[in-house]
């Protein structure tokens, strides 16, 4: 934990929980053991769609569709979200949260490894939210900056690893020192990025909220 347990008390006591099939999907996700964003994570995220009303968003990273769910019912009725998923049981739970939630027409799932998908794609978006393997944020980054219009938004979730980010590479574990040095590359570039403005908010287990410039 990032913040104090306290204070992230509090501000969970303060967040309504999540009416419908959203909070069905919500409580199975957590019964499963599957990570979905952190409620004071998607308070913000709900708070940057209300503001941009973004009528294309991408996520890099579906999990069972929790977010992606989420994030359909703050988007203005043209809105569309395009989400990528690779594990194949995550897909097809997606899939049936989809259909549950009604949400088929507005949210296409894109299926496979994200680092070949987003070479693929075209267009520009208005919101990406980047929720996949934290390792591979800096190898997604390049596409990302393509596909993001200007003065859009990149929501980067989960960068600040529960704190070890901020741990020297000796005292993180050999297994995950790979994943150490390539957020703390990826939290750099997104600070210096000439077209880029970013924040890093100990929010949730760390958010990094860009605009393009």
């Given at each position: 934990?990032?913040?104090?347990?306290?204070?992230?008390?509090?501000?969970?006591?303060?967040?309504?929980?999540?009416?419908?099939?959203?909070?069905?999907?919500?409580?199975?996700?957590?019964?499963?053991?599957?990570?979905?964003?952190?409620?004071?994570?998607?308070?913000?995220?709900?708070?940057?769609?209300?503001?941009?009303?973004?009528?294309?968003?991408?996520?890099?990273?579906?999990?069972?569709?929790?977010?992606?769910?989420?994030?359909?019912?703050?988007?203005?009725?043209?809105?569309?979200?395009?989400?990528?998923?690779?594990?194949?049981?995550?897909?097809?739970?997606?899939?049936?949260?989809?259909?549950?939630?009604?949400?088929?027409?507005?949210?296409?799932?894109?299926?496979?490894?994200?680092?070949?998908?987003?070479?693929?794609?075209?267009?520009?978006?208005?919101?990406?939210?980047?929720?996949?393997?934290?390792?591979?944020?800096?190898?997604?980054?390049?596409?990302?900056?393509?596909?993001?219009?200007?003065?859009?938004?990149?929501?980067?979730?989960?960068?600040?690893?529960?704190?070890?980010?901020?741990?020297?590479?000796y005292v993180v574990t050999r297994r995950?020192?790979?994943?150490?040095?390539?957020?703390?590359?990826?939290?750099?570039?997104?600070?210096?990025?000439?077209?880029?403005?970013?924040?890093?908010?100990?929010?949730?287990?760390?958010?990094?909220?860009?605009?393009?410039?």
């Amino acid at each position: 934990m990032i913040t104090d347990e306290r204070i992230v008390s509090y501000i969970h006591s303060l967040c309504a929980d999540e009416e419908g099939i959203a909070g069905v999907i919500e409580q199975e996700a957590v019964a499963d053991g599957v990570p979905i964003v952190r409620k004071e994570t998607r308070e913000l995220i709900r708070t940057m769609l209300l503001i941009r009303k973004p009528v294309r968003v991408l996520e890099v990273g579906t999990a069972v569709g929790f977010s992606a769910v989420y994030m359909s019912r703050y988007l203005p009725p043209e809105g569309h979200i395009t989400t990528i998923e690779k594990w194949e049981p995550r897909i097809e739970q997606a899939k049936v949260n989809f259909h549950r939630a009604g949400e088929e027409d507005r949210i296409t799932l894109l299926e496979g490894d994200a680092a070949e998908i987003l070479g693929t794609l075209q267009g520009s978006w208005d919101l990406i939210l980047m929720d996949a393997a934290k390792g591979q944020y800096i190898h997604f980054l390049p596409d990302v900056l393509r596909l993001l219009e200007k003065g859009g938004i990149l929501i980067s979730d989960n960068v600040l690893q529960d704190g070890e980010v901020l741990d020297s590479r000796y005292v993180v574990t050999r297994r995950n020192r790979t994943i150490h040095s390539r957020m703390r590359e990826y939290l750099y570039a997104l600070k210096h990025h000439p077209e880029l403005d970013t924040s890093i908010l100990p929010l949730g287990d760390g958010v990094a909220l860009s605009v393009r410039l």
